[in-house]
């Protein structure tokens, strides 16, 4: 399968995460992409290196505001007084306009930097510095070329993308994502051609950055399989079964939910009910959400999947017979990640289903 990739997608360096109010090391590392560059080259997948490709594809998943603060974030931040004054170099949000402040009141946007990143950082662990913004663009180019390969008639191609994606929303950024590299593939197909697209998201967190982008949409279905949020997990708030999608996008949502601890046969067989939704719903292609948090040494996610368990999961949304688009999110064990692509990758690629 070809695997596009960018080498500017290393030029993200986010240092830290802060959670709950403590700057801890940041998992969501560029050593991830030598990780699985170095995992799928040995496997004999053929490196394709990205394109740049205009913004007219990312200009209809993300709002014009946040796309100009991301771009001009790092710079604002370098030209205020952060560094010198309590050693930061990274955007960090200090507050979060929520409606719980704007209380209905008329409101302007924050004009010191600090501030309005609280806008659009909907988390204090997705920071943005030098760097940030190339990468995250430079991932979007990794999806749009391997868009390009499935509609020139590839049968699956793999973007290795980083940083990851689908926690971002139409004007949100999150979860240690930006833009959304699997939505903007799968506008992609539709602009290409494709009628119906259905997104299958294998990330153990549920993407809401995806699943809000086409909630009232008809045109792309999206499903997902990750840790149950009611057990307390990232994105906490969304993810639960019962939300299904509204007005034209009726039906065309669908979450599985998964308790802490689930190992491979129940995971699966989610992913099998999801394959089966979006061939039934009259997909003509598709793209996967590729996270390999899901396994069971990341320290990100209670689930328990092994890399067997990967190998199966691309085999079964290989057997769709849809063109894919697979779309790397997270997996953040840097000594299995490559190898758990490199399965997933295997699976889908041959297509044979080994037993769970
Ligand atoms: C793309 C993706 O997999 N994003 C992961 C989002 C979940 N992050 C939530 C992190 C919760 C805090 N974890 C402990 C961090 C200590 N450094
Ligand atoms: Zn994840």
Same mark, same amino acid.
């Given at each position: 399968m070809p695997v596009v990739w960018s080498? &500017?997608?290393?030029?993200? %360096?986010?240092?830290?995460e802060v959670w709950v109010g403590v700057a801890t090391i940041g998992t969501e590392v560029a050593a991830r992409v030598d990780a699985i560059l170095s995992a799928v080259t040995e496997s004999g997948h053929p490196l394709t290196e990205a394109t740049a490709h205009p913004d007219d594809v990312l200009a209809r998943v993300h709002e014009q505001s946040m796309l100009t603060f991301l771009a001009e974030a790092a710079e604002r931040w370098r030209q205020g007084p952060y560094v010198d004054l309590v050693g930061q170099s990274r955007v960090v949000p200090y507050l979060f306009p929520t409606p719980a402040m704007t209380a209905g009141l008329p409101t302007r946007p924050a004009v010191a930097v600090h501030a309005e990143a609280g806008t659009y950082a =909907? *988390?204090? &662990?997705?920071l943005v510095g030098d760097g940030t913004w190339e990468a995250a663009r430079a991932a979007v180019d990794c999806a749009l070329t391997a868009a390009d390969l499935v509609l020139a008639g590839e049968r699956a191609a793999y973007a290795l993308c980083r940083p990851p994606g689908h926690h971002a929303t139409p004007a949100g950024f999150g979860g240690s994502c930006y833009l959304n590299n699997a939505a903007v593939a799968a506008e992609a197909l539709r602009v290409g051609g494709h009628d119906r697209v259905g997104i299958i998201d294998i990330d153990a967190h549920q993407g809401n950055g995806t699943a809000a982008i086409f =909630? *009232?949409? @008809? %045109?792309v279905l999206y499903g997902s399989v990750h840790?149950?949020?009611?057990? @307390?997990?990232?994105?906490?708030i969304v993810g639960y079964? *019962?939300?299904? /999608?509204? /007005? %034209?996008?009726? *039906?065309?949502t669908r979450n599985r939910p998964l308790p802490e601890g689930t190992a491979d046969e129940s995971w699966l067989e989610a992913i099998g009910d999801l394959a089966d939704w979006v061939v039934a719903a009259g997909c003509s292609a598709l793209v996967v959400s590729l996270g390999v948090d899901a396994a069971v040494d990341d320290p990100e996610s209670p689930l328990m999947i092994t890399g067997d368990g990967y190998r199966a999961a691309g085999s079964i949304l290989s057997a769709t017979g849809l063109p894919a688009v697979v779309v790397q999110e997270g997996g953040y064990h840097l000594p299995s990640l490559g190898s758990l692509v490199a399965a997933y990758l295997h699976g889908h690629a041959t297509g044979v289903v080994s037993a769970p």
């Open positions: 080498p &500017m997608t290393r030029a993200h %360096d986010p240092q830290n =909907y *988390d204090t &662990m997705t =909630y *009232d949409r @008809g %045109d840790v149950d949020p009611a057990a @307390g997990w990232f994105p906490h079964a *019962d939300e299904t /999608g509204t /007005g %034209d996008g009726a *039906d065309c």
